[in-house]
């Protein structure tokens, strides 16, 4: 997950929604939204082949989660722990609470620098591992819509976000239970930037590291309770591929 939009309304029947892209090397396999860990049957995600792990991914409690490395730090490195091991591990838990006491515990220097977001029906964090001496720092997102990308959550100097957050703020939010999503679809697809800094688009198009995939999730006030939680994927760029519906698990 290298852009993660989110809105965060408190009063909303639908409290949290949540738009993702993932940037990465075109050629790295990955296997589409499903249940592919057997120990893990409450959990349903995309899978990177190589490192076994997730970017993004929902459990059936209603709790939604993506991760992303932070500037600089592309890639695995030997020795180290993959950074999607912490979206499973946060989907393990049927609770907020005791996902974020549980990730905040973690040992930082087994992962390379990282971004996690976890939400749910009633809160949601950044959990980040920003690779210097201050440990994991856990932070609730506010009520509102923000940007997450390699930095800080609505890192007002990341050029990404100086271009696109205005651009979210002004947008109708979407209707999950209309199926509604088309101005976060068309935000996700956009290869809006200036000319002189093509990375700053939300969807990008390199030979090399390019937008790979889709994904909306959308969480009601009371997962469960007749009204479940919704998660969308489109297997390349938003711009291109069709947003399909991921079965939740029961």
């Not at 591992?129 to 720092?137: K, P, Q």
Request: proline share 12%; aromatic share 6%.
């Amino acid at each position: 997950m290298c852009t993660l939009l989110i809105l965060r309304r408190p009063d909303d029947d639908w409290p949290l929604l949540v738009g993702a892209n993932r940037d990465e090397d075109p050629g790295r396999p990955w296997r589409g939204p499903d249940r592919h860990w057997p120990e893990r049957p409450e959990v349903v995600a995309p899978m990177d082949e190589l490192a076994g792990g997730t970017w993004f991914g929902m459990n059936r409690y209603g709790l939604v989660a993506a991760v992303s490395h932070r500037g600089g730090t592309v890639g695995p490195e030997e020795g180290r722990r993959s950074r999607g091991e912490l979206v499973l591990e946060a989907l393990e838990h049927a609770e907020m609470e005791t996902a974020v006491e549980a990730l905040a515990d973690l040992e930082p220097a087994s992962y390379r620098p990282f971004n996690l977001f976890v939400g749910g029906p009633t809160t949601a964090f950044w959990i980040a591992h920003t690779g210097d001496d201050m440990g994991v720092l856990v932070r609730e997102v506010p009520p509102g819509p923000h940007i997450l990308t390699t930095g800080d959550l609505d890192e007002p100097e990341d050029p990404r976000i100086e271009l696109h957050l205005p651009r979210l703020r002004r947008l109708d939010p979407p209707e999950p239970e209309s199926g509604d999503w088309r101005a976060w679809t068309d935000l996700l697809g956009s290869r809006l930037h200036p000319e002189d800094e093509p990375g700053t688009a939300v969807n990008l198009d390199r030979e090399d590291f390019a937008t790979v995939c889709s994904q909306l999730a959308a969480i009601p006030r009371y997962p469960g309770h007749g009204v479940e939680p919704v998660f969308l994927f489109a297997a390349g760029p938003p711009d291109r591929a069709e947003m399909e519906k991921v079965p939740i698990p029961e």
